[in-house]
């Protein structure tokens, strides 16, 4: 995975310092110790966070921080806000309230997560600094898509795929099954084709966070499905 993406920054120094093709969160965290026997869900993400506590991860140490918001981190010690509203904290945090995981602990859910069959990937998974350059390139995310979350799909072979945000729509739109029948879908926060979830158990939704929350009806909608699939 490294060359992969060794081989696409030597094609684009103008992302010195934005792209770090070393610092794979999802290797450094052991994501796969979580993986479930058996996928039901496979949630794909955007890319890893590419802060800690607002100071830019650098190394593979720095992801196993206890400041390090990414899914996988079991050390991260989420903030406890009493009341907050929907959608206002981290992407892990969020998808817990949303499937109703009640851990009182990061790793509580994490285990809670993968008990009930689910997994997550993300489409971009160096880390990418945004706060350099906001937007991930199209073809860094078709590179991705295409070399590293295709073959990481057919090996999982889940029985469902969730969209988080148009990141994840528009990896998934570079492989098959997903392309064709993505073909006349719009962006992730329109209305998804019904169709497309029935016949090829793949569901879009916008990213659970705080800037998304005017969909957050939509988001709650998608999950309540989520929720009865992972029973």
Same mark, same amino acid.
């Given at each position: 995975m490294r060359d992969v993406y060794h081989r696409y920054a030597l094609k684009r120094p103008d992302l010195s310092g934005v792209l770090l093709?070393?610092?794979?969160?999802?290797?450094?965290?052991?994501?796969?110790?979580?993986?479930?026997?058996?996928?039901?869900?496979?949630?794909?993400?955007?890319?890893?966070?590419?802060?800690?506590?607002?100071?830019?991860?650098?190394?593979?140490?720095?992801?196993?921080?206890?400041?390090?918001?990414?899914?996988?981190?079991?050390?991260?010690?989420?903030?406890?806000?009493?009341?907050?509203?929907?959608?206002?904290r981290g992407l892990a945090e969020n998808l817990f309230s949303l499937l109703g995981l009640d851990g009182t602990s990061r790793r509580e859910n994490l285990d809670l997560f993968a008990g009930k069959g689910l997994y997550l990937v993300d489409t971009v998974r160096c880390v990418f600094r945004k706060n350099r350059k906001a937007a991930i390139p199209a073809d860094l995310i078709r590179m991705s898509a295409r070399d590293i979350l295709a073959p990481e799909i057919a090996a999982l072979a889940p029985e469902y795929v969730v969209a988080l945000g148009n990141t994840a729509l528009a990896g998934l739109r570079e492989i098959e099954p997903?392309?064709?029948?993505?073909? %006349?879908?719009? =962006?992730?926060?329109?209305?998804?084709? /019904?169709?497309? #979830? $029935?016949?090829? *158990?793949? &569901?879009? !939704?916008?990213?659970?966070? %705080?800037?998304? =929350?005017?969909?957050?009806?939509?988001? /709650?909608?998608? #999950? $309540?499905?989520? *929720?009865? &699939?992972? !029973?």
């Open positions: 093709p070393d610092l794979l969160p999802h290797d450094a965290c052991a994501a796969a110790s979580w993986r479930p026997g058996r996928v039901k869900v496979l949630f794909v993400a955007e890319s890893p966070p590419w802060a800690a506590v607002r100071r830019e991860v650098a190394e593979p140490a720095d992801c196993r921080g206890s400041g390090y918001p990414y899914f996988w981190n079991d050390r991260y010690d989420a903030p406890h806000r009493p009341g907050a509203a929907p959608l206002s997903y392309a064709s029948a993505l073909s %006349g879908a719009g =962006r992730v926060t329109a209305p998804f084709p /019904e169709a497309i #979830f $029935e016949e090829h *158990r793949l &569901l879009c !939704l916008p990213y659970p966070g %705080g800037r998304n =929350r005017r969909y957050l009806a939509s988001i /709650e909608s998608g #999950f $309540e499905i989520l *929720r009865d &699939l992972a !029973l």
